[in-house]
């Protein structure tokens, strides 16, 4: 879990750094101690578990949301302490449609 450790450490760094272009939320993993969010150093990883091809279930009583929605890889943390769930949505061979991460983004929220 040493890479997942780092890889959580550079996402909150780059999401602290650029404070004004990313919404601060108490939900949202930080670097250091100042603002809101979550620390990325919190994070044990005794139970984590990553998962290709993850199922986000459909937004209740959303019209906007059709069908079902598979993010490509998802990081978790299944301490009850924790609470970690980290969503990677990989465009390495193609192209976002149109509100596609704004949706994926409503449906890990929800």
Do not use: H, W
Request: charged fraction near 30%.
């Amino acid at each position: 879990m040493k890479f997942a450790k780092k890889f959580l450490e550079m996402v909150a760094q780059l999401r602290t750094k650029n404070a004004l272009k990313y919404a601060r939320k108490m939900t949202l993993l930080k670097f250091g101690k100042e603002g809101k969010g979550v620390s990325s150093k919190r994070f044990s990883l005794k139970n984590a578990a990553v998962i290709r091809e993850f199922y986000l279930a459909k937004a209740i009583g959303n019209s906007d949301m059709k069908g079902p929605r598979y993010c490509d890889v998802v990081l978790l943390d299944l301490d009850t302490s924790d609470g970690l769930m980290l969503v990677i949505e990989n465009k390495l061979f193609s192209t976002n449609y149109p509100n596609q991460l704004e949706t994926y983004y409503d449906l890990v929220e929800t």
